[in-house]
């Protein structure tokens, strides 16, 4: 994109700039709490029913496209995201607080992630083709035809993140993996950073117009509350949703989808407090370089990650002392830092008094006062028992930033009882050594059940964008375990089987041909 870039605070709708006309959006910088410009006034319900039926009129002919053409335009994306430059990073640092080497890196993983879905588009791999030839004279009933390819399922809502402004956001993973499956996207902007994403808006734009393919692949919707979300989701148009954020709003797109005429998927990344599991002999011969590790994962980006250790079990012991102490002596060390918008940081503060409040915590350590006024985590530590927790649900709430609490058990039979205790996880860890291996075989199955990654001798934040990720797990922890929001199986959300029983050569798809002009895969006769 080489003409200069100017925020405008218009929504995109199938490439036109359109002028919303509801209670506006104004980013705010939470270092300073100071009001941003352009205002991004809401859209209505008509900007809804026009980037909805723009998407449906183009479904077919994007849904026909090749491998090659949708890599290519997965590819043109990550270039024009790119071609912005410091104009991208600046906004982004000035709506989340975050330093530029974050920014900076957060691009590079959007960048990676459209080009490794690229990649998966042009291999073809996830049309996961079959073809069962006839077998007119096989006795006692002959064989009809058969052939099966995945096929996109039709334009796909994706709600942009508060805690990832650019990965998890307009051009994050869910974007990424839909467009690679032939499908259009219809983003509704996160209201924390929306000069970040008109910007990226932007970028998908160009890259489509460069591509010449048709505008209705993409359209960017604002709204200040929930009736542009709630309105897209219901819309008959749409056959897919991906969301990332809140358990209550998470659950409340899911019971719209569910109430449709027609319900559709939500694929909703909510709540997590990643268990780590501290087994006995790792924890009585490292304890401090494990408290260490321990507190760096708790207070990065403070603590501002789906993937942060909210919850540490350990059983009591000289080791499990020591642990304590060296956490709490990083936790006073730790300084503060600032959240990313005034909403996080007023829900930390409250989630933090519940554990204050609570009889059965008791708080270990909390972190410096820092001299800034505005939106500062300051991390705390606390502890309780098996018992306790075993009998208090409100202790297995999430707390969104650098707050952890430690359960420490009396015996093994306690550590199998709170992992059973727990809810649906993205991650649970175990720290171990050779010496602890039959205790985690047994712990291994509840873990199994309970969490989309498990995780040795390291902490769950930090989310590699990969072929064998899952970045996903029971609910809470998503709205469908069978899953990932992250990886390239992310793309099997947005595709669906159909088998074609003796439909003529001539109507056959390209993938499904013998000829095979597409080159992907096929499985041939089980073969």
């Excluded at 650098?402 to 420490?408: A, G, Q, R």
Aim: aromatic residues 6%; charged residues 20%; glycine residues 8%.
């Amino acid at each position: 994109m080489t003409a200069p870039i100017e925020l405008t605070g218009n929504l995109i709708i199938a490439g036109n700039e359109v002028k919303g006309t509801q209670k506006p959006v104004s980013a705010v910088n939470p270092a300073t709490n100071q009001s941003m410009e352009p205002l991004y006034a809401g859209g209505t319900e008509t900007h809804v029913e026009q980037a909805a039926n723009a998407a449906w009129a183009v479904f077919d002919q994007f849904k026909a496209t090749d491998p090659e053409t949708r890599a290519l335009l997965l590819e043109t994306i990550a270039d024009e995201i790119l071609a912005l430059g410091d104009v991208l990073v600046k906004r982004a640092m000035q709506e989340t607080g975050l330093p530029q080497a974050r920014i900076e890196g957060e691009r590079g993983r959007t960048m990676g992630q459209l080009r490794m879905f690229a990649s998966v588009a042009r291999a073809g791999k996830y049309l996961d083709v079959r073809v069962d030839p006839a077998m007119p004279e096989r006795a006692p009933l002959p064989r009809a035809d058969l052939r099966l390819q995945f096929v996109p399922v039709g334009p796909v809502a994706v709600f942009g993140a508060s805690n990832f402004p650019l990965a998890f956001s307009v051009a994050g993973g869910d974007t990424a993996s839909a467009l690679a499956a032939g499908c259009p996207v219809i983003v509704k902007a996160h209201s924390a950073h929306p000069g970040t994403s008109e910007l990226v808006g932007k970028a998908i734009t160009s890259a489509l117009s460069k591509m010449k393919l048709p505008a209705g692949i993409f359209s960017l919707l604002y709204g200040s509350g929930r009736d542009v979300g709630a309105t897209l989701v219901a819309h008959p148009h749409i056959k897919a949703v991906g969301f990332t954020g809140s358990r209550a709003g998470g659950t409340a797109l899911m019971n719209i989808a569910a109430a449709r005429k027609e319900p559709i998927p939500v694929y909703a990344e909510m709540s997590s407090i990643n268990p780590v599991f501290m087994m006995p002999n790792k924890l009585a011969s490292e304890a401090r370089s494990l408290a260490q590790g321990f507190i760096g994962s708790l207070t990065m980006g403070a603590g501002q990650f789906c993937t942060n250790p909210g919850l540490v079990i350990l059983k009591d012991g000289e080791g499990a002392e020591a642990f304590i102490d060296e956490a709490a002596q990083a936790i006073f060390a730790s300084g503060t830092q600032t959240m990313l918008t005034p909403g996080i940081y007023g829900a930390y503060c409250q989630s933090v008094q519940l554990l204050v409040d609570n009889p059965n915590a008791q708080l270990v350590a909390k972190g410096k006062m820092s001299d800034a006024e505005t939106n500062q985590c300051q991390a705390h530590l606390f502890s309780t028992t098996a018992e306790a927790f075993l009998k208090d649900d409100s202790l297995e709430g999430e707390v969104f930033g650098s707050t952890s609490l430690i359960i420490k058990c009396g015996s093994e039979e306690e550590f199998k009882l709170v992992a059973e205790k727990l809810e649906g996880q993205l991650t649970a860890t175990l720290q171990l050594e050779e010496a602890d291996y039959e205790e985690a075989r047994a712990l291994l199955p509840i873990l199994e059940r309970k969490a989309g990654r498990i995780l040795c001798n390291a902490y769950p934040t930090g989310v590699e964008v990969s072929h064998a990720m899952v970045h996903g797990g029971p609910f809470p922890a998503t709205s469908d375990t069978r899953t990932t929001s992250v990886g390239s199986a992310a793309i099997q959300r947005f595709v669906r089987p159909v088998c074609y029983q003796d439909l003529p050569e001539a109507l056959q798809a390209p993938a499904i041909k013998d000829a095979n002009p597409w080159k992907v895969p096929q499985l041939v006769d089980g073969k």
